[in-house]
């Protein structure tokens, strides 16, 4: 405890100089009978498919969650708290005291079920998001140090993956002039898989859920994974929903997409997805949707073929024993 109390007092922790844990008299009531009742949900990205639009939409409707028991703290309040902390926490013992310790430093609110935190940096930078063959190659010890956080909480990941063929140009052009030796350097794509990162994401957290998406499938599925994510009731709709079509559908088609959905609520996901699909096919805007599937030595059919790996490892993905997956 004294040192999840020095690192709290840090310059990026919760408290105040001076401030002793326990300090406030907030009390999460139903958590303090109950500490199993606590819900963590954790969304790791992974880079590139999400861009803080999943924290930005629940961020703006925090009061409303709020009335449902669901605390959506700021990001700047935990990303690197919560970094920092897994790994320097890593060697010493955690507890009930340790969890009541950092969320006490975090949540604002009373009464609070589920909290949720949310980063694509959770499990590596962006810039060592491949090695050793293997996409977060440190997956395992990042899950584990960031279960052992929340001993006492029923902790969930959450992670929409990409298909290699765009993921990884996409990478190498976020991590700059040198990014293509950094992320590639001695790895070949062909042996790239995604099963493989969420079985160790498994062998770190076993006790855990793991929700995974395709992030191909985001627009059908956006407002089953805000959910899935938040926790809230299926009959709340959020505040900006929609806003996450902005820039692929036309201007005219959002309005109309929005005005459909709200004047004919639908009473399942499917008729959801199946509705989201005909404007989409109508109102999208292909060409803003266009990424750049091509790495320097790759051949003319190198983006197919890590595409179609891409697509057997989805199916194997489905099958995997404890991975819930979201399709649509």
């Known amino acids: 405890m004294r040192a999840l109390k020095r690192m709290l007092r840090g310059p990026e922790g919760g408290l105040a100089p ?18 199993g009742l606590m819900e963590i949900a954790i969304h790791l990205g992974a880079h590139l498919t999400d861009e803080d639009r999943l924290i930005r939409c629940l961020m703006r409707n925090r009061a409303a969650l709020a009335e449902h028991g669901i605390n959506i703290p700021g990001t700047s309040r935990y990303r690197t708290l919560l970094r920092r902390t ?8 955690t507890d009930g005291d340790t969890q009541e310790a950092l969320l006490d430093s975090l949540i604002t609110e009373d009464s609070v079920e589920r909290v949720v935190f949310s980063s694509d940096s959770f499990l590596s930078n962006h ?6 063959g293997k996409i977060y190659p440190d ?16 902790v969930e ?14 990478l190498v052009e976020q991590a700059g002039a040198d990014g293509y030796e950094q992320l590639l350097g001695g790895t070949d794509p062909l042996v790239l898989r995604w099963s493989e990162t969420l079985a160790r994401i498994q062998e770190g957290a076993p006790d855990c859920r793991l929700r995974v998406w395709c992030d191909e499938d985001t627009p059908l599925l956006w407002p089953e994974v805000l959910r899935a994510v938040s926790g ?12 996450w079509y902005r820039g692929f559908v036309t201007q005219d088609g959002l309005r109309r997409m929005e005005a459909w959905l709200a004047d004919h609520p ?39 073929i890590l595409s179609e790996l891409y697509a057997q490892d989805v199916d194997l993905i ?9 399709e649509p």
């Open 18 to 35: 001076g401030q002793e844990l326990g300090q406030n008299q907030r009390q999460y009531r139903l958590w303090k009978e109950n500490p």
């Open 86 to 93: 897994a790994h320097e926490m890593r060697e010493f013992p």
């Open 127 to 132: 810039r060592w998001a491949i090695g050793k």
């Open 139 to 154: 997956a395992t010890a990042k899950v584990t140090n960031m279960r052992r956080l929340f001993p006492d909480a029923q």
């Open 157 to 170: 990941f959450f992670i929409a993956i990409r298909n290699p063929a765009t993921f990884l140009p996409a």
């Open 232 to 243: 809230h009731p299926d009959d709340m709709v959020l505040d900006g929903v929609f806003d």
């Open 266 to 304: 639908p009473m399942t996901d499917l008729q959801r997805r199946k509705v989201l699909s005909a404007f989409l096919d109508k109102f999208a805007q292909p060409e803003k949707l266009e990424v750049t599937a091509a790495l320097p030595g790759w051949e003319e059919d190198h983006a197919d």
């Open 318 to 326: 489905a099958q995997l024993p404890g991975v819930e997956f979201l």
